[in-house]
């Protein structure tokens, strides 16, 4: 992924000071282990960092380990429960290389959890995770699936740390909020029994839950937006293209950095993977057409919509947002059933 740089630091620090004040001794021993630490060289943005300026520009860079730790104190903030917390560090540990990009290369467009399966075994072979959890008195088995966590995750659009922080994330990087009204929300969240009686985050104000589904949304519409579809696509394609040339390997994607793929591609000798790759990292609009675009780069496909639709006090009850907001339906209702045409494509 590309360098993140001062400023960029900077930001993600005081982002996680909001999510805890103090950073744990075993998120820092456990992040400082081989296999998580492989993560500061995947980025969070699948790829996109390599556009055009003028199709994605962040403010600043985060990597799966930022996330992966942000995760991790959220948790601990409301929780104090270590393996909860440990289970939340690890949810991405067993990322590829450029995400959910490789998710594409799978064709698992919708549900895009084909990166997830292997944790158990990063889990598992990592001597190094092992001797720390030994050392906390901690089994595998209760770190190696975040989902049975209900704060750490649980079914969408419910909110769960992963969700939040992703959202507050991507909201940052894209100019769509500032850190004031990220520490603003936040701090308006407390934990109380959902309906099906689990634990969730519930936001105390129904103003900021508004807003927190607004954005939630926003960032929605961009991850499942042409820019973002067309992108992965084309980086799925060139992937496959370099492991059919030999010039990669599938397992490489779980190995080298980002930066040595993205080196690997760029040095090839391969003039369909160049031109791919320039194609890639320069297109500036990406056109719609009812029909299939000859000799254009052209792809028709729909992906996963995320969102999240937060459980609200009001007059001390708890309430979903979308049921107190016809404002918050129709914005959701245009998002889901956004009648978009069937092909898109590139010059």
């Known amino acids: 992924m590309k360098a993140i740089n001062e400023s960029g630091r900077a930001m993600i620090k005081k982002l996680h000071s909001i999510y805890s004040n103090e950073v744990p001794r075993f998120i820092i021993d456990l992040a400082n282990t081989t296999e998580l630490k492989r993560l500061e060289h995947v980025g969070q943005n699948c790829g996109q960092d390599y556009l055009n300026a ?36 690890f949810h991405d540990i067993s990322t ?52 049975k966590y209900s704060i750490a995750d649980n079914k ?12 507050f994330y991507l909201s940052l990087t894209r100019g769509k909020i500032k850190i004031e009204e990220v520490e603003k929300i936040y701090k308006r969240i ?56 030999n010039i990669l390997k599938e397992e490489d994607l779980y ?46 496909l729909d992906v996963k919509r995320r969102y999240i639709n937060p459980l609200v006090f009001v007059q001390e009850k708890l309430i979903r947002t979308i049921d107190i907001s016809n404002r918050m339906k129709k914005i959701l209702d245009d998002y889901l059933h956004d009648k978009s045409v069937k092909y898109i494509y590139v010059k």
């Open 156 to 167: 969408a659009p419910k909110l769960s740390a992963d969700r939040l922080e992703y959202t």
């Open 190 to 245: 407390v934990i109380c029994n959902n309906e099906e009686d689990e634990p969730e985050m519930v936001i105390s104000e129904p103003c900021l839950a508004e807003r927190l589904m607004k954005i939630s949304i926003e960032n929605g519409r961009f991850m499942s937006g042409k820019e973002s579809k067309i992108s992965g696509q084309m980086l799925a394609d060139i992937l496959e293209l370099c492991c059919n040339k």
């Open 255 to 300: 190995i080298y950095k980002e930066e040595e793929i993205v080196e690997k591609i760029r040095t090839s000798s391969e003039k369909e993977i160049l031109s791919m790759w320039e194609l890639y990292t320069k297109f500036d609009e990406v056109l719609e057409s009812d029909d299939y675009v000859e000799g254009k780069y052209c792809i028709h």
């Open 54 to 89: 003028e199709i994605f520009n962040p403010i600043f860079n985060y990597s799966r380990l930022d996330h992966s730790i942000g995760v991790a104190l959220i948790i601990w903030n409301f929780t104090k429960d270590i393996r909860q917390s440990i289970s939340g560090l």
């Open 96 to 147: 590829p290389t450029f995400a959910h990009v490789i998710d594409f290369l799978k064709k698992d467009y919708v549900n895009q959890e084909i990166t997830e399966v292997d944790t158990i075994q990063v889990i598992r072979q990592s001597e190094e995770i092992l001797k720390i959890l030994n050392e906390y008195d901690i089994l595998p088995e209760d770190v190696e699936d975040y989902k």
